[in-house]
């Protein structure tokens, strides 16, 4: 590291003001901080200095994804095998599973980074860090069987309209990832519906039974095909069909435990998502009106990308609410608006997507009526202790 080290500083001046490759200083910045911590300090000012910046901050979030990554490898694998009627041991499983999964990361982050690179070229700021949890994301939440250009184009939309129009990281009022789902699910709804194209190899017929359903368990429930849901076991551990990082639980959990114990994802959040889920799978229990409104209220939990939006979308630090009873607010709304749209709309079984996005755009106006009502009640604090106060002075 040393050495490389020496190499960097010895090339550095030609790519700051003056030498020959000014240009493509940002660029050179970006790989430079990429491989080392920046040397530079605050100086003056009131600041708060800690071990944490925003690259710690997104590789924290990315050790996260790497439980829900792995198994979206393995199920990825374990689901084509299991439709093609063939058994394997756990390594080629997960070897499938990689080879099918690894080109969408390559992709996303490919596409992302390229067009922050340039974004960062043209302004001549440095390259934001923001985009290292986005292309995990983009394909944790995309179906494996995708095509590849599918997602180069939803994470360039992503990246342009989602985020660099608002000024790139820390600016952007919509969750980058979700955009690009967002995106792919109304540009080419039939890549998106909950049917065959979640397992690898449907499409192009690889050895799998005419006839084989590889649709997701809100797909079914979207057709009243409520004796199709997976058992609960198979559903929390996530062997079943749907996004690459979505199925397991478990997976999840472990993720939410790493967000909670660093600090970097907010508890709050995470469990007012899941509360206001389960107050609104009660509500639609009590009326019971068809068989979806009498799933159980915890099976939403265990289906679709509910508990992956509430742990790694919900808490985005940029789009999510920023005092504490905004986060409350914000999460009970979150996680009600996507019981109510799955139940009903059936033309969007997974909620939980445009829950956020809709979530996104109210945060900002949530904490603004909260600050607003904290100024009032304070006011109104130092109104009576100053009447009290007079009253103690008075000469009368």
């Not at 084989?212 to 057709?223: C, D, F, I, K, V």
């Not at 607003?372 to 009576?384: D, G, H």
Request: glycine content about 10%; overall charge neutral; cysteine-free.
């Amino acid at each position: 590291m040393k050495s490389l080290r020496r190499y960097i500083d010895r090339i550095k001046p030609h790519f700051e003001k003056g030498g020959k490759f000014e240009k493509l200083q940002s660029t050179f910045e970006g790989f430079e901080t990429f491989l080392f911590v920046p040397d530079r300090v605050t100086t003056s000012g009131s600041h708060i200095r800690d071990s944490i910046d925003m690259k710690r901050t997104m590789i924290v979030v990315v050790i996260a994804l790497l439980p829900a990554l792995l198994f979206g490898m393995y199920n990825s694998g374990y689901q084509h095998f299991l439709a093609t009627g063939d058994t394997r041991p756990f390594w080629p499983v997960l070897g499938y599973g990689f080879m099918q999964v690894f080109p969408l990361i390559v992709v996303s982050y490919v596409t992302g980074l390229t067009i922050e690179f340039i974004f960062a070229q043209i302004r001549g700021h440095e390259i934001n860090e923001g985009f290292l949890v986005s292309g995990m994301l983009i394909p944790l939440v995309m179906p494996v069987d995708v095509p590849l250009w599918m997602v180069a184009v939803s994470t360039a939309f992503a990246v342009i309209i989602g985020k660099e129009v608002f000024g790139g990281s820390g600016m952007n009022v919509l969750n980058p990832a979700l955009t690009a789902r967002a995106f792919l699910f109304f540009a080419y709804p039939a890549e998106m519906t909950g049917d065959q194209v979640w397992i690898a190899g449907m499409k192009q017929g690889t050895g799998i039974p005419d006839g084989y359903s590889g649709s997701t368990a809100l797909g079914e429930l979207a057709q009243n095909l409520t004796g199709r849901i997976p058992a609960d076991l198979d559903s929390f551990l996530g062997f079943i069909p749907g996004s690459v990082g979505e199925t397991s639980k478990l997976a999840i959990l472990i993720g939410a435990f790493i967000l909670i114990y660093t600090g970097v994802g907010s508890w709050k959040i995470i469990l007012s998502v899941f509360a206001g889920g389960l107050f609104m799978g009660l509500v639609f229990n009590a009326f019971a009106a068809n068989e979806y409104m009498a799933l159980p209220a915890y099976k939403h939990f265990l289906l679709g990308g509910f508990a992956f939006g509430a742990v790694f979308m919900a808490t985005d630090p940029v789009t999510a609410s920023q005092t504490e009873t905004g986060k409350w607010i914000y999460g009970i709304l979150t996680g009600m608006l996507a019981i109510l749209i799955r139940v009903l709309n059936p033309a969007y079984p997974e909620g939980m997507m445009l829950a956020i996005l809709l979530m996104n755009v109210f945060a900002p106006l949530i904490d603004y009526y909260v600050v607003e009502s904290n100024v009032k009640r304070r006011l109104k604090r130092l109104k009576r202790s100053r009447m009290v106060e007079e009253g103690k002075h008075n000469p009368e």
